[in-house]
């Protein structure tokens, strides 16, 4: 993340998805309630972190950026493609590149 805010990506051109665990910034903001972590999404000002689960319900923002980091494989199957879709310029997905090129059926 900090590469890609210091390479001049604006906060709000970024969301996080994750497959396993929730990111610790959205668990602490779904502590709040629903309302108030859908509108920091909706507000754009921070990059905004989404469980791969509710992740459909975010719109599209110019970098998307995956964390495989656990959960199963037909939620990080699910997850990639729908990240594609999001990501405006630059898709980026980290976690571990077998179990990646798996869920893809290709190498990546």
């Given amino acids: 993340m900090d590469l890609l805010l210091e390479s ?3 906060p709000g051109d970024v969301l996080v998805i994750t497959t396993g665990e929730p990111h610790p ?3 602490h903001e779904l502590s709040f309630g629903e ?3 859908w ?3 909706d507000a754009r000002d921070d990059v905004f972190y989404a469980d791969a689960a509710v992740a459909g319900r975010a719109v599209s923002r110019p ?4 964390a495989v980091n656990g959960g199963s494989d037909a939620v990080a199957a699910g997850a990639l ?3 594609l ?3 405006g ?5 980290c976690g571990d590149p077998q179990q990646i090129n798996s869920l893809l059926g290709a190498g990546v």
Avoid at 63 to 66: D, F, G, L, P, Y
Avoid at 89 to 93: E, G, T
Wanted: glycine letters at 8%.
């Fill in 81 to 83: 493609p729908l990240a």
């Fill in 35 to 37: 309302a108030s972590y």
């Fill in 25 to 27: 910034w959205a668990a």
């Fill in 39 to 41: 509108a920091q999404h």
């Fill in 89 to 93: 310029a630059l898709l980026i997905v």
């Fill in 63 to 66: 970098v998307v950026v995956v």
């Fill in 8 to 10: 001049g990506r604006a």
């Fill in 85 to 87: 879709g999001r990501a």
